[in-house]
């Protein structure tokens, strides 16, 4: 996985490749500009002082070469010239030219005077410019003056970055060493600016609301816990009652009601787990041939009355770290749906190293059981002892015929649910 970096940092990398690019730039561009400055004004000082040397030509017809300083040499006639100034311009050609050989740098001025005769000035311009041994010098000047300007600014900009990002990493800094019941609002110190601002009423905004659903949930529990259990106990005290009845009728009902009950009994239990905060609890379950039995024998009627052919298989025995009943719900639930998806079909469980898997052949998951649209909250519950968990759970259509629902009891934060 690609190591994330701070916000500052990110800033800070921006920044500086940004100002070693334009110093790396305005080096280049001054090194250029001098190199021009330096031909462009030989160029015009040629053009300024030639014209008063050619004029000497005016009414001489003899063919002369005339050094008039030490840079300059004026010449009477084209074929005069140096070899290497003939071979970049042509015999009626007048006005500057600046040329650069490997053995000389010279600026040319030709003009044409009286008789028509062209005449021309060669400047010397390797003698007066700037020696390798110059340019050195100054490269090296740039250079250092750019480091300089480099380092003072990456020590702004980082500086600068650390105060823009501080309230951010604040930020992230609380929301990473809160604990999960810490829901009051966030203030932040250093710079503040308006996308800061919307940020923290975001955050805050969902921390109040998430703060409100956590207390509905509390509240939601403790109802259950206290409110729905005490029927649940008057019904038992009654039942007790009605099992000294002889009457067959009776007792039928009695039955039917005890396993009522117990279903409920069993249901507010998981719902209570389910909403249960289970941090640091140690709790162990173990997957048995014992609790596979239980099972089967608590939906034993379901089955026969569906006409479901049912096998459970279980290769070995699993140790999890979860609530047992937890354990046998989410098992029991798996088992009931494909129970009720598949009349007059198979239904098979199978248990091996850390996985657990059913499979049906009955109406898959695009049809309807029992006349009834969906699966009911058998599912629903499924899926959230395999949240709690962190248990991989899927549930996906045969190839043939029927689903396949497998939970993956390999602890993972990437869950497929249905």
Same mark, same amino acid.
């Given at each position: 996985m690609k190591k994330l970096q701070p916000f500052s940092h990110k800033i800070s990398t921006v920044f500086v490749c940004v100002c070693a690019f334009i110093i790396s730039f305005y080096t280049i561009v001054v090194e250029l500009t001098v190199h021009h400055a330096e031909n462009l004004n030989s160029q015009q000082r040629l053009s300024l002082v030639a014209p008063h040397h050619l004029s000497l030509f005016n009414n001489n017809k003899l063919e002369q070469v005339i050094q008039t300083d030490p840079i300059t040499t004026i010449y009477s006639h084209f074929h005069l010239l140096p070899k290497e100034v003939q071979s970049y311009i042509d015999p009626q050609w007048s006005g500057v030219l600046h040329i650069v050989e490997e053995d000389l740098e010279a600026s040319i001025f030709a003009m044409a005077n009286q008789q028509g005769r062209i005449t021309y000035a060669v400047e010397d311009v390797g003698l007066i410019e700037w020696s390798d041994f110059d340019f050195i010098v100054v490269e090296i000047a740039l250079f250092v003056f750019g480091v300089i300007l480099f380092v003072a600014t990456t020590?702004? &900009? +980082?500086?600068?970055?650390?105060?823009?990002?501080?309230?951010?990493?604040?930020?992230? *800094?609380?929301?990473?060493?809160?604990?999960?019941?810490?829901?009051?609002? +966030?203030?932040?110190? $250093?710079?503040? *600016? =308006?996308?800061?601002?919307?940020?923290?009423? !975001?955050?805050?905004?969902?921390r109040a609301r998430i703060k409100e659903a956590l207390e509905r949930e509390q509240s939601f529990t403790r109802y259950v816990s206290h409110e729905l259990r005490t029927p649940m106990t008057v019904v038992k005290g009654s039942l007790s009652l009605l099992r000294r009845n002889e009457d067959p009728t009776v007792a039928k009902q009695v039955k039917r009601i005890e396993h009522a009950m117990e279903e409920m009994e069993q249901l507010t239990q998981t719902f209570l787990l389910l909403a249960r905060d289970e941090e640091g609890n140690q709790s162990q379950c173990e997957i048995s041939q014992e609790v596979i039995d239980n099972i089967e024998q608590s939906i034993a009627k379901r089955i026969a009355s569906n006409n479901v052919r049912y096998q459970a298989t279980l290769t070995q025995n699993i140790s999890l770290s979860a609530e047992p009943i937890l354990v046998k719900s989410l098992i029991s639930n798996l088992v009931l749906n494909a &129970?009720?998806?598949?009349?007059? $079909?198979?239904?098979?469980? &199978? +248990?091996?190293?850390?996985?657990?898997?059913?499979?049906?052949?009955?109406?898959?998951?695009? !049809? =309807?059981?029992? $006349?009834?649209? !969906?699966? $009911? +909250? !058998?599912?629903?519950?499924?899926?959230?002892?395999?949240? =709690?968990?962190?248990?991989?759970? *899927?549930l996906v259509n045969n190839p043939d015929q029927g689903c396949t629902a497998t939970v993956n009891f390999t602890t993972d934060k990437t869950r497929q649910d249905y």
């Open positions: 020590f702004a &900009v +980082i500086r600068l970055s650390k105060r823009l990002s501080q309230p951010f990493s604040e930020l992230a *800094s609380q929301l990473q060493s809160e604990s999960d019941h810490q829901l009051s609002p +966030i203030v932040t110190n $250093g710079e503040q *600016s =308006k996308e800061l601002m919307q940020t923290l009423d !975001g955050v805050n905004h969902f &129970v009720n998806c598949s009349i007059n $079909g198979a239904v098979t469980l &199978v +248990i091996d190293s850390n996985k657990l898997t059913v499979t049906d052949n009955g109406v898959g998951l695009d !049809g =309807k059981s029992r $006349g009834y649209e !969906g699966f $009911g +909250i !058998g599912l629903n519950v499924v899926r959230d002892i395999c949240n =709690k968990y962190q248990w991989q759970f *899927s």
